[in-house]
């Protein structure tokens, strides 16, 4: 593709980036059979080819309008473009600085700039989001059932982590945002199930958001502020060696801090740190598949499974984000559950962080569509990988929907 940026952006770091990543594009329209929104939506500036034209246009120079904008917010960011892509094109870079800088040239509506604000603000913080759910979820039988299926159900108590093991090795998880309000019981089975491993997991103070949720709103200050404070608070036991690694239970979360060291490449102060922690980070499964024969023994010792059938639902952020396939799949087998076979799995189930809340529309439609394909085979449970997917599914279903890895752990806990 041939460019030429506007002065604006031209000798930028940015500007370097997004020429680079615009002239890799070779105009094939793969991308398009893999697009979520193309498919729902037949217009070629609702997919990632259309998209990366009116991204060019904008570095480019040329005007821009609210017809930019609506294209753009209709975007995924699920990365199934780049999975398909054959040039590898880095769309997602592309369209985060496209984003930025149709922020700064188009401000928003008011009403749209309070909408962003307050879940910037209120998702993040658990002081302020925790009691919002709490209170939700005590007038959730009072609601219309359009804004009731917004609350999620009020969740079993988690059961207790382990006790402090003594275990050799040690790994920490991310307490997350919405996740240890959510559904507390995930860490919480994550936790128990390394510890039948031998390892002990464990959760620091001070590290919550890992600010994602800032980040694809466009707050680009606060997202970075997230980020330092789960850096400053997980440095200590880098440097001392105390721990092994950082488990993501949330893939959402897994797929961002893994991008730590590219988003802190240009901030001497944080650009080695960043870097560290990115390269430690794993998401829960993979950590259960790198101890695939202490596992396997011990569900031996577990006795036979139930043989009941699961559907899988893997979040865009763990196939596209992370590239991680087909292992929760084969551990959810190891352990004696049959995962049926899902239609069209590379497509999303329309979460995508707040986009269900901005897109209520495109999100829902896209929400039915998953739920047809995973429930085709008459699973028992639905399971996923990110606390935005479960909720998210689960608001369509009265069919329990599950982090896979309580699955593990309800299949261990045979053992005495």
């Not at 984000?321 to 497509?347: F, M, N, W």
Request: charged share 25%.
């Amino acid at each position: 593709m041939q460019t030429n940026l506007a002065d604006f952006i031209r000798d930028t770091a940015a500007g370097r980036e997004a020429d680079a990543i615009l002239r890799s594009c070779v105009h094939c329209g793969f991308c398009t059979a893999t697009c979520p929104t193309f498919q729902l939506l037949g217009d070629e500036l609702d997919g990632p080819r259309g998209r990366i034209y009116l991204i060019k246009e904008m570095l480019e120079g040329q005007p821009v309008t609210e017809r930019t904008r609506k294209h753009l917010d209709r975007c995924l960011s699920c990365r199934s473009c780049e999975t398909t892509c054959p040039s590898g094109v880095r769309y997602h870079r592309l369209l985060e600085i496209g984003r930025e800088v149709l922020e700064r040239r188009v401000p928003r509506s008011r009403s749209s700039r309070i909408m962003r604000l307050m879940l910037c603000e209120a998702l993040p913080r658990q002081w302020i989001f925790r009691p919002a759910v709490r209170l939700g979820q005590a007038l959730r039988p009072f609601l219309l059932a359009a804004l009731a299926g917004k609350v999620p159900a009020r969740q079993p108590a988690a059961r207790s982590w382990p006790r402090a093991s003594g275990h050799r090795r040690r790994m920490v998880a991310l307490a997350g945002c919405v996740q240890s309000t959510l559904t507390p019981q995930t860490n919480a089975a994550a936790a128990r199930v390394l510890d039948r491993l031998g390892i002990e997991l464990i959760e620091v103070a001070g590290a919550d958001c890992c600010g994602a949720l800032r980040y694809h709103l466009d707050a680009r200050q606060g997202a970075y502020a997230d980020m330092r404070r789960v850096i400053d608070a997980w440095w200590p036991d880098v440097q001392s060696g105390r721990v092994e690694g950082f488990v993501m239970t949330a893939s959402g979360c897994g797929a961002h801090v893994r991008e730590y060291g590219e988003l802190f490449r240009d901030d001497p102060a944080y650009a080695e740190k960043a870097e560290r922690i990115a390269a430690l980070t794993r998401d829960v499964s993979e950590v259960l598949a790198a101890e695939r024969d202490s596992l396997n023994r011990l569900l031996r010792d577990a006795g036979g499974g139930t043989g009941q059938t699961v559907a899988f639902h893997s979040p865009c952020t763990l196939q596209h984000g992370q590239k991680i396939r087909g292992i929760v799949e084969g551990l959810l087998t190891a352990c004696g559950y049959q995962p049926s076979a899902v239609a069209d799995p590379h497509l999303c189930c329309g979460s995508a962080g707040t986009y269900s809340i901005t897109q209520p529309v495109l999100a829902t439609q896209l929400r039915d569509d998953k739920l047809a394909a995973l429930q085709a085979g008459s699973p028992v449970f639905l399971v996923t990988a990110n606390i935005g997917c479960q909720t998210h599914l689960q608001s369509g279903t009265a069919r329990p929907v599950r982090h896979w890895i309580e699955l593990v752990d309800e299949r261990l806990s045979a053992i005495r």
